[in-house]
């Protein structure tokens, strides 16, 4: 009688915590989080990120297992999900071979999911997977294997400038990939983000290398690259998916600053006391030639259709676009700017004597012709 009476007042309370704690998704089972915030709690919702072995799936993989999100990583080569394994608790990050050819494949791996995120894609060509492969057939036939295995949420990642008619046949599948999605999951949601930076990428540490591949078109090529860190909290904030969507949404992440290859080289060019140097900017054809010959390589080089988007500006750079954020205050996440961290990403390319300078940015975001870099 005595103990009856001290649960009764806790009921309400109970019910209201259990109710806070219960998600029901459209076609998934139940979802119920428990235990405290962070990397040893459980937030009831299991992910699986395809495209988790590269650059910006490794990130996210690391914030939905801090969060206790239970993360399905496909892998095809087993050496490239080793650092995924430690991301998160005990059994949190589970690896599953896969083929994007073999829909069995797939179907094992988002059969227990909630939510599904599509990051696989290849800037480039290989002998096995062209980008129709990647960017189209493989996007379709993960959606609708993911349909048909009732998972509640599609996160398809694409890119900014993802438009049918661009000269770029890496773009144009982009878009034609966010179709076949859209077609074969009705209320996938679409990213678009600018390019990333951050530590493994190819953007500052090829212009820091490589810079004279950067100087095409005169480096007068406009961009907005963006934190791959931001781009992964909002896929991250996404694992719930879009409430009251019935339909697909797209939502665009461009970096908060236009910058143009000139005035990243002179950025780079200041943080780590390297001077550029002058090199005569090699014309469009030649290096067209130039890389397609490149190709007979076994390994990755510089590919045609990455010389052709390095005279493509990015969305939102012309004078009319330039104040504008994209879907950033949406997720609530506000994008780094490129000066703050560049000295983090890029410090590695000092000089033994200049390694412990203090960082000089350029006097002004302008952009400065090639020529006037030193």
């Known amino acids: 009688m005595l103990i009856t009476q001290a649960v009764r007042p806790l009921r309400p309370n109970l019910a209201r915590g259990l109710a806070q704690q219960l998600t029901v998704p459209p076609r998934s089972n139940p979802v119920i989080s428990y235990g405290p915030a962070g990397r040893s709690s459980v937030s009831g919702h299991v992910a699986t990120v395809f495209g988790c072995t590269g650059f910006l799936g490794r990130y996210l993989v690391s914030k939905l297992a801090k969060a206790g999100t239970q993360v399905i990583v496909p892998f095809r080569d087993e050496d490239e999900k080793r650092h995924l394994k430690v991301m998160g608790d005990l059994g949190q990050v589970i690896p599953l071979m896969w083929d994007m050819r073999d829909p069995d494949t797939i179907a094992e791996c988002v059969r227990h999911s909630d939510v599904v995120y599509n990051l696989a894609g290849r800037e480039y060509e290989t002998k096995n997977f062209t980008f129709e492969d990647v960017n189209v057939t493989g996007a379709q036939l993960i959606a609708e294997v993911s349909m048909a295995n009732s998972v509640s949420n599609f996160i398809h990642v694409s890119h900014l400038n993802a438009n049918a008619n661009s000269p770029s046949r890496f773009y144009a599948t982009k878009a034609a990939g966010e179709e076949v999605v859209k077609a074969a999951f009705p209320n996938a949601v679409i990213v678009r983000p600018g390019p990333y930076y951050g530590h493994e990428d190819k953007l500052l540490n090829s212009m820091a290398f490589y810079p004279i591949l950067w100087t095409l078109n005169d480096a007068k090529t406009k961009l907005r690259p963006v934190h791959v860190l931001d781009v992964a909290q909002v896929l991250s904030n996404l694992v719930t998916g879009v409430k009251g969507a019935s339909e697909s949404v797209t939502y665009n992440l461009p970096g908060p600053t236009v910058h143009s290859y000139a005035s990243l080289l002179n950025l780079i060019q200041s ?76 410090r590695r390319y000092r000089s033994a004597v200049n390694f412990s300078r203090p960082v000089v940015l350029p006097s002004t975001r302008g952009t400065p012709a090639y020529h006037e870099l030193d």
Do not use: C
Request: hydrophobic share 40%; aromatic share 12%; charged share 25%.
């Open 271 to 346: 943080v780590t006391y390297n001077s550029i140097g002058f090199a005569p900017t090699i014309p469009k054809s030649v290096m067209l030639t130039a890389t397609k010959l490149a190709q007979n390589a076994w390994w990755p080089l510089l590919s045609p259709d990455e010389v052709e988007r390095r005279y493509i500006d990015d969305v939102g750079t012309d004078a009319k676009g330039e104040h504008w954020q994209g879907d950033w205050d949406k997720f609530g996440v506000t994008p780094e700017e490129v000066e703050n961290l560049a000295i983090t990403y890029l």
